[in-house]
C-alpha cells in the first residue's frame, strides 16, 4: 500500500472540480465525468442536423502553495473581443 499526502491546494482544486461537474449535469450536459486528478469532462450535444466539427472548452483551474487563490475576484467576459483582458 502506497500513502499519497494530498495537499490542502489539491483538496481545493478537486472540490472545485466536483462542484464544476455538478454544475454541468445540472446544465444538462451529457457524458459528464471527473476523474481522479479533477479532470472534468462533458458534451454538449449540437442544436443542429448540419454535419460540424467538436468543439472542445478547456479551462484551468489549478493554484500553488505560493498563492492559494483566496479572495481571487473571478471575472466573466461576456461578447470577449479577442483584445487584452484587464484586471478590475
Known amino acids: ?16 472540480a466536483k462542484y464544476l461537474k ?3 449535469e445540472k446544465e444538462g450536459l451529457d457524458d459528464v465525468e471527473m476523474d481522479e486528478q479533477g ?3 462533458a458534451t454538449l450535444k449540437a442544436n443542429t442536423k448540419k454535419e460540424i466539427p467538436t468543439i472542445g472548452f478547456i479551462s484551468h ?14 471575472q466573466i467576459i461576456r461578447n470577449y473581443d479577442g483584445g487584452d483582458i484587464r484586471t478590475v
Open 22 to 24: 455538478e454544475e454541468l
Open 1 to 16: 500500500m502506497r500513502t499519497v499526502r494530498v495537499s490542502q491546494v489539491l483538496k481545493n482544486n478537486l472540490f472545485f
Open 39 to 41: 479532470y472534468v469532462y
Open 61 to 74: 483551474y489549478d493554484t500553488s502553495p505560493d498563492y492559494s487563490g483566496k479572495d481571487v475576484k473571478a
